[in-house]
């Protein structure tokens, strides 16, 4: 039994991981334009023991029902005990078996937020998902993005050759990646690009219900690098995805890249900085960013920062 990194991660204090939560967040609230009744659906998450993709979920989408799944019986208790509200409903045991009994009729919000890398796991999971999605549902996916166990040491070519033989439902799409995408500096891109991958071989099998279209796409690293993709799965000629990903080009641009990933940068301004940053936002005052650049601030880090402002959190330590 895989131990769960809910035991030994304080998943509430990783600023990379809030900036995903907060946009997929606000992915949610704009599939409401594109005639998604986000209201009307549940969502489905592993919450660990302490809940903040549900807590965020509760508080700024509000989904009719929650479910938690949790795979390790060591902290089962725990994750019950700490519940945020009532209306979470726990699970223990794995998330394919949960699907095999599941018999919701409405639709469903899933974040498969895994611990796994690249590896045969991850398709069997993603095939019981896809198996069981109704059009409407919308799913993320998230996975370790880095070298899977056995690589470290291997070349880039050779762990080209490792992968096919590990996941031979991926062969011909990694034989089509160029050797140096198999580096450590490629590798995460490269990850990301192999699990939209996964997901379309997962739901080739729905064809004549429907199409996944995956939107979302971001990287980011707070201990690990890790990668998520998401999108929705709709019946064919629905015009809600185009829609949406229109919504989505306005309104989420860097996180809905129709070519790339989007890659979370790292911030780490002070409060009197972001002040700054702020003021010279709204009132386009250009002293305050001749100020920041005097602090030795790149203006691109400057310029990323303001695009996504409204997704970085804010820690302190109560004592201060």
């Known amino acids: ?66 479910i938690s799944i949790e795979h390790d019986p060591d902290i089962f208790k725990r994750c019950s005990f700490n519940k945020p509200f009532n209306s979470i409903r ?15 009729e409405g639709n469903t919000v899933f974040w498969l937020d895994l611990e796994l890398k690249l590896a045969p796991a991850v398709l069997e999971i993603l ?31 050779d762990r080209k050759v490792v992968l096919k033989s590990q996941i031979p439902s991926l062969k011909a799409a990694i034989s089509k990646v160029a050797n140096k995408d198999f580096s450590d500096k490629h590798f995460p891109k490269t990850s990301g690009k192999l699990l939209l991958k996964l997901l379309q071989s997962a739901f080739a099998s ?3 219900d429907g199409n996944f279209h995956p939107q979302f796409k971001v990287l980011y690293k707070d201990s690990l690098v890790m990668c998520t993709v998401g ?6 000629f629905s015009r809600k995805p185009n829609k949406l990903r229109n919504i989505c080009e306005d309104k ?42 005097g602090l030795g601030i790149d203006h691109g880090e400057l310029e990323e920062y303001e695009s996504i402002a409204r997704f970085v959190p804010r820690y302190m330590e109560s004592v201060l």
């Open 1 to 66: 039994m895989v131990k769960s990194t809910a035991s030994f991660i304080a998943y509430d204090v990783r600023p990379e991981k809030q900036i995903e939560r907060r946009a997929i967040v606000e992915y949610l609230n704009l599939s409401r334009h594109a005639g998604f009744d986000i209201g009307k659906y549940r969502y489905i998450g592993f919450g660990g023991t302490k809940f903040i993709d549900f807590q965020i979920m509760s508080k700024y989408v509000g989904l009719n029902s929650y």
């Open 90 to 104: 726990m699970y223990e045991g794995e998330v394919t078996d949960f699907l095999t009994t599941d018999e919701y």
């Open 127 to 157: 095939n019981s998902v896809a198996e069981r999605a109704k059009t409407g549902d919308i799913l993320f996916v998230t996975i370790c993005a880095e070298p899977p166990p056995g690589l470290n040491r291997k070349s880039d070519a």
């Open 206 to 208: 729905r064809s004549e």
């Open 231 to 236: 999108g929705v799965f709709c019946e064919n």
């Open 252 to 293: 989420l641009a860097q996180f809905c890249s129709k070519t790339d990933f989007y890659n979370i940068p790292k911030f780490n301004f002070t409060e009197l900085e972001r002040i700054l940053i702020q003021k010279s936002s709204f009132s386009e005052n250009s002293g305050y960013i001749r100020r920041l650049k």
